[in-house]
């Protein structure tokens, strides 16, 4: 117990190190390694892995984390009297293998497309309608059985010019004829920049990306504009804990693995002694940056586990002090509670 002690002692000493500077040479050598990967990594004959690549999906999903209180955490809702069962140990397992399923299905992660591209179709411009009107016509195709993203929208402009709705005009129309619960037709202040920040600072991130959800489309600007923003607000006040055991957390490892800003995150998993979860992470970037320097010598070495850790804090990181005293604790922890 003493030894065990002394190491989490160590580990929490880790909070108090600074990050120890790279030398200059080292710096230089870093950022011209970066341009090169990413056009490395863009080659025609190495194809990107996608969000939706199951072996992405399945890593994901691993360093999420299943914490069944937070993902069955109360929710604001008229109080019911409870309700108690007496079961058998078999109808007990059986429950809570129910219980696993559905915090599974909660914690789907949102898809995380490109962004889709404006349409800017002109269709005809009639002068002879220049000034007839001082307001604009729109001209919607409200058949049922149509999908959404194949109606015939068209505004028709004061200057005479017909064509085709932009998305914001398209999601804001069909809204008024179709409308989606808990969506408004004018998205809600809460996603201004100047108040994102303020929630931003009462810790709701997962309030902010639930009402993104329901409120955007996947692909739209928007959407994705603000996805980004609460990601890299929780990144730089490495608030990752607020999105542990959500639907959300995927999301976010996925953005910051793809941005090449992945230290923060590995270091919080290090902390918390997260370490399968950090190992999965680092073959994750290896996986999406497979010419980067650490994902190379990972090759050659064929490294696993506390290895791995080690080369992607000796090639890639930018707080690699911290990264490899973690890992020191680790081993330390781990040498003595073997021998205990």
């Avoid at 404006?118 to 269709?123: F, G, K, Q, S």
């Avoid at 990306?209 to 955007?216: D, H, I, K, P």
Wanted: hydrophobic share 40%.
């Amino acid at each position: 117990m003493a030894a065990l002690g002394t190491a989490r002692s160590l580990l929490r000493s880790l909070c108090r190190v600074k990050t120890v500077p790279k030398s200059k040479h080292a710096l230089f050598r870093c950022n011209v390694r970066t341009l090169c990967d990413g056009t490395q990594d863009n080659a025609p004959d190495t194809p990107k892995p996608q969000f939706t690549d199951p072996a992405v999906q399945e890593i994901l999903f691993r360093i999420t984390g299943l914490d069944m209180l937070k993902v069955f955490q109360p929710i604001k809702q008229e109080l019911m009297p409870p309700t108690y069962e007496l079961m058998t140990d078999k109808e007990l397992k059986q429950a809570l293998e129910l219980a696993m399923e559905k915090a599974k299905k909660k914690l789907q992660m949102p898809p995380f497309p490109p962004v889709r591209k404006p349409i800017n179709d002109v269709l005809s411009v009639d002068k002879f309608l220049d000034g007839m009107d001082t307001a604009k016509y729109v001209f919607t195709d409200i058949t049922f059985s149509i999908p959404h993203r194949e109606r015939f929208i068209v505004v028709r402009e004061t200057d005479g010019t017909l064509r085709k709705a932009t998305w914001e005009e398209r999601d804001r129309l069909i809204q008024v004829y179709f409308p989606k619960d808990g969506r408004k037709v004018k998205a809600p202040l809460m996603f201004k920049e100047e108040n994102l920040k303020m929630v931003f600072s009462q810790d709701r991130h997962e309030d902010v990306l639930n009402r993104c959800l329901v409120q955007f489309e996947p692909d739209s600007s928007e959407y994705i504009k603000i996805h980004i923003a609460t990601y890299e607000d929780l990144d730089k006040h490495e608030k990752y804990e607020l999105l542990r055991s959500t639907r959300h957390f995927g999301g976010m490892a996925w953005y910051l693995v793809n941005a090449r800003k992945v230290d923060g995150l590995i270091i919080y998993m290090l902390k918390k002694e997260l370490f399968q979860d950090a190992v999965s992470l680092v073959s994750l970037f290896h996986l999406v940056h497979p010419h980067s320097e650490s994902a190379q010598e990972a090759l050659s070495q064929q490294a696993t586990g506390v290895d791995l850790l080690k080369i992607y804090a000796q090639k890639e990181s930018l707080r690699s002090g911290y990264i490899e005293l973690a890992l020191q604790a680790y081993e330390q922890m781990a040498a003595k509670s073997s021998a205990a």
